[in-house]
């Protein structure tokens, strides 16, 4: 009886936790260009432009944040634009000069043909000098130019969904990323499927434990037992 | 021998298997949860591992590239090397990036590698030789299902670890019903167990081998030493053994056990005989008796080992007997400074644990390695160490564990009169944790300084796991009897939390 009370205080309060952590709202990720921001990989002088190959624009991409240090100045107005090969802008945004240095999100229309996307260029307006976070790779098709200059770099980018969003909300999007990236097998089934399988766990073990609590143990009647193996099976 | 071994298994309680099949399933749901290869160095484990099953033996360790091009293939296009070490990176996880990740593999780039050294290419080949099954049973040749399919294996050596955990807390409280399923199910759900145990980790089989040495030693302790036990123990040895160097630490105090259960033997019916059902413990044997099963067990463990050292020598040509796994250990001087002296490792294991004293000449670290490398690590720090819960999960785990801790003394106090009857086992149990211990300082100190990148790592005190599972249930009996189960039962949901919300914290990082 005790053991019941106790098991089932206890996963009432660990659901309450699951339900609380589950409904904290946050700004969510929609993708990366997979560049890791380790060093300043482009300096922009005043009035410059940054371009460089666009694998890939996230359909739901709202926001693109990348890293921005401006010598402890505020960061003067940023714009980015995406373009398809042939220079059509496939989505655009423009971030307001004045926001501190470090990492900066730059609201971005939605993409209608996000694929198209092939190319994305930031250009800094004011007059102050801006480096930009990113990695120092060899001069390649992905390397960025600078005015039109290439150079030994890329710049990071990340991408969020709009506004912010509880976990519940991401389920969907949770459910579908689960299945990527991992042997064929796997796809939209494996998230419930685990959930499913980690229920069946903790209904399994509630079960073990009422039932090790409800066993008594033999010539029970004092601390410390006088060597008895509770029912078990003598190896 | 396999139908008394069946006798064995068949033996073992209704509830150790149940214990065993929520261990492999949280382990299963924890191999679906982590993206490939983001367990700490699985690359390196699944390349010795791939090497064998394509070859048949362990990698030669030349300077050579350390993996197959169909493993280097399958790391680009996951973008391995951009998520490890930097938790605000995602791997794959958009329709466009699987399709990359497909087409690049359906390129059939080769999946035999060179077998170039690496920090695992110097360890015994019995876990990759075991993982090579999985490889080759997988249905499909691709990486990713023969990856998930020796994560398995991993997964059931988990299932395997927390039923021998199960067993031996059996033996340490015969007379408490309750305390083998708490004991066993606060290890299953242990997060940094399960995690380690999701991946392509030698660590499973040495988290095996020692839950089972821990079981067999007891075993001879309560039931005597007979010949079949000393096999036992010798197996158990020779799987930790060929399994993981760090099991070498163990040796020591292995052998302290077998020679205190022979010097315990032939004494039944003493007032100092061990607490234990009529007719066992080690006075049920003649020492002369219990000597032979030593000696089985010693013969047992010694002669793959030395077959092994024997085929790396003269058919692997490995480099030597150990396959160059103790080059690290043979490390005297940092480069360009003094030989390190036995003083400094000493000083340097010293302060791994406790805090350093006034004569010791070198503070080795800015903070306490107890707690924040083992304790913190313990509770949770995941994917190539590369996120954690928030700062005050820690904190709060920390004040916890002083309550803990101090319930754990009242229960040690309430089980003396049962726990007497194992003291030299303790004593026993107690030099196998110094010596490992012992053996993370003396590598520590010779990777820091060759290095300057700190070598210690929580898991690396799993093999004591057992010992773990023997702690919860000494803060479950501090509770009057008719709550101690309860108190065991809480214990396990919290158990069941920690490891549920570590993987909500793991779905946040890879896929959030």
């Given amino acids: 009886m005790r053991v019941r009370a106790v098991v089932a205080g206890a996963l009432a309060v660990v659901v309450a936790g699951l339900v609380i952590t589950l409904s904290h709202r946050a700004p969510r990720d929609a993708g990366s260009d997979h560049i890791v921001p380790a060093m300043f990989s482009a300096t922009l002088p005043k009035g410059g432009e940054l371009c460089q190959a666009n694998p890939y624009l996230p359909p739901e991409a709202a926001t693109a944040q990348i890293l921005v240090g401006t010598y402890g100045r505020p960061v003067p107005a940023l714009g980015l634009r995406f373009l398809d090969p042939t220079g059509a802008v496939v989505s655009s945004g423009r971030l307001p000069a004045g926001a501190p240095e470090g990492t900066v999100s730059i609201p971005i229309s939605r993409a209608t043909d996000p694929g198209r996307a092939a190319k994305l260029c930031l250009t800094v307006a004011g007059h102050s000098k801006v480096v930009v976070g990113g990695l120092g790779i060899p001069l390649d098709p992905t390397a960025e130019f600078v005015n039109g200059t290439q150079q030994n770099g890329r710049i990071s980018v990340v991408y969020y969904r709009a506004g912010e969003e509880s976990w519940w909300s991401l389920l969907g999007v949770l459910d579908q990323r689960f299945g990527l990236g991992k042997a064929g097998f796997f796809g939209d089934w494996t998230l419930p499927a685990c959930f499913v399988l980690l229920l069946a766990c903790w209904a399994l073990v509630v079960r073990l434990l009422i039932g090790a609590g409800d066993e008594t143990p033999p010539g029970a009647g004092g601390r410390g037992g006088t060597g008895g193996r509770g029912g078990a099976g003598q190896p | ?512």
């Fill in chain 2, 1 to 512: 021998m396999i139908a008394r071994a069946r006798r064995q298994l068949g033996r073992v309680p209704r509830a150790g298997w149940l214990v065993f099949l929520v261990a492999f399933v949280n382990a299963a749901i924890w191999t679906a949860v982590i993206p490939p290869f983001q367990v700490p160095d699985e690359t390196g484990h699944f390349a010795y591992a791939q090497y064998v099953a394509q070859t048949g033996k362990p990698p030669p360790e030349g300077p050579l590239v350390q993996f197959s091009p169909q493993e280097y293939t399958a790391l680009a296009n996951l973008f391995f090397f951009d998520v490890i070490g930097h938790n605000q990176e995602r791997g794959v996880i958009t329709p466009a990036e699987q399709s990359s990740l497909r087409a690049s593999l359906a390129t059939d780039p080769s999946p035999v590698g060179p077998g170039g050294m690496s920090s695992i290419t110097n360890q015994p080949p019995l876990y990759y030789a075991l993982a090579a099954i999985p490889y080759w049973l997988s249905p499909s040749h691709d990486i990713l299902a023969r990856l998930e399919f020796m994560r398995l294996l991993s997964a059931v050596l988990a299932g395997l670890t927390v039923l021998a955990t199960f067993l031996f807390v059996r033996e340490v409280f015969p007379s408490i019903p309750w305390a083998p399923t708490v004991g066993g199910l606060v290890v299953a759900f242990q997060p940094q167990f399960a995690f380690i145990s999701s991946g392509v980790q030698g660590d499973s089989l040495l988290f095996f081998a020692s839950a089972a040495t821990f079981l067999a030693l007891i075993r001879a302790y309560r039931h005597g030493l007979t010949r079949r036990r000393g096999v036992w123990i010798g197996l158990a040895t020779a799987i930790g053994l060929l399994g993981k160097l760090t099991f070498v630490a163990f040796v020591p105090g292995i052998a302290v056990c077998l020679a205190l259960i022979v010097w315990r033997s032939g004494r039944a019916g003493r007032r100092d005989a061990p607490v234990a059902p009529a007719r066992t413990g080690p006075g049920v044997l003649t020492r002369r008796a219990a000597a032979i099963g030593a000696g089985i067990a010693a013969a047992v463990a010694a002669v793959p080992v030395a077959a092994y050292g024997a085929l790396n020598a003269t058919v692997w040509h490995r480099g030597g007997p150990t396959g160059g796994g103790f080059a690290g250990a043979a490390t005297v001087a940092a480069p360009g400074q003094q030989a390190i002296t036995l003083r400094d490792t000493l000083d340097y294991t010293w302060e791994l644990v406790l805090p350093k004293l006034p004569f010791m000449n070198h503070a080795y670290f800015g903070y306490s390695p107890l707690r924040q490398v083992f304790f913190n690590g313990a509770i949770g720090r995941f994917g190539w160490l590369d996120y954690s819960f928030p700062a005050r999960v820690y904190t709060l785990a920390q004040d916890a564990f002083v309550v803990l801790a101090v319930l754990a003394l009242v229960g040690l106090w309430r089980s003396r009169r049962e726990l007497l009857g194992v003291w030299p086992m303790a004593v026993g149990f107690a030099v196998m944790a110094l010596g490992l211990v012992g053996a993370i300082g003396y590598i520590g100190i010779r990777y820091l300084m060759s290095t300057g990148v700190p070598f210690e790592q929580a898991r690396y005190l799993f093999p004591l796991l057992p010992i773990y599972a023997v702690f919860v249930v000494l803060v479950s009996r501090a509770a009057p009897r008719r709550w101690a189960p309860a108190l065991g039962a809480g214990l396990v949901i919290l158990a069941m939390a920690h490891g549920l919300f570590a993987e909500l914290l793991t779905i946040s990082r890879y896929y959030g």
